[in-house]
């Protein structure tokens, strides 16, 4: 198929369609399959106990793949408009299979039976919140500044963490990154929303939005589960 094709812009108000039964499903179903893919490899590193043990032990590995990752998330973020479909599909899954393998590692240290129910909140409290974005009557773009400060000034102290290793500091970062990533569903879907509501989107586009929701529920599952999971 055409890339030229594939990715030329759709006027949602010459189809007739609105933008809720056209582009935000696109964006929820590649979000969706991407939840799969990682949560189905997550799945099985943590049912193969001498490869989980290889990734603990390997820490360059896992290191190389954090890196990996952020490349391609700058990519998509960034460049996806000069992409075609099929690429930028590719480059998401590929994305979500490798945060599968490092999520992995959770099995290691949280039962299997928390990590299920964690998932299961995550997915309720990640709803809420997209529901109110979806619906707000409220302008979210107002706190732009302020979450992307509160994201730099969340990563800057983690990585002071690391070095302070502070338990009281950690759970004041857990509890606070929580917050900015619930909010942040809420901003980014109202954003995704009116995007969509403007009139012109490309199948890529829908694209780099599930990526952006999928790393908010990510963030938000990884938070409750430093709070709710039963390690082991």
């Not at 198929?1 to 179903?29: C, H, W």
């Not at 952006?212 to 409750?224: A, C, G």
């Amino acid at each position: 198929m055409n890339s030229e094709l594939t990715n030329r812009p759709i006027n949602l108000a010459d189809k007739g369609l609105s933008a809720m039964g056209t582009f935000l499903p696109q964006v929820y179903g590649w979000m969706t399959l991407g939840l799969f893919v990682t949560a189905v490899v997550a799945g099985l590193i943590g049912s193969n106990t001498q490869l989980l043990y290889w990734l603990v032990l390997n820490q360059s590995a896992l290191m190389l793949m954090f890196i990996v990752e952020l490349v391609v998330v700058v990519a998509l973020s960034g460049f996806v408009h000069k992409m075609n479909i099929f690429v930028a599909a590719g480059l998401f899954l590929f994305y979500a299979t490798l945060n599968g393998i490092v999520l992995g590692v959770l099995f290691m240290l949280y039962t299997e039976a928390s990590i299920f129910s964690t998932f299961l909140v995550t997915g309720g409290t990640f709803a809420v919140m997209a529901v109110y974005g979806m619906f707000t009557n409220a302008d979210l773009s107002r706190f732009r500044n302020l979450l992307f400060m509160g994201l730099v000034g969340l990563v800057f102290a983690l990585i002071v963490n690391v070095f302070l290793r502070s338990e009281p500091f950690s759970w004041v970062l857990t509890f606070l990154g929580l917050g900015i990533f619930m909010i942040l569903t809420a901003y980014d879907t109202q954003k995704i929303k009116r995007m969509a509501e403007n009139g012109g989107y490309t199948p890529t586009l829908a694209i780099r939005g599930a990526l952006t929701l999928y790393l908010d529920f990510i963030n938000i599952f990884i938070r409750l589960l430093q709070i709710f999971g039963r390690r082991k």
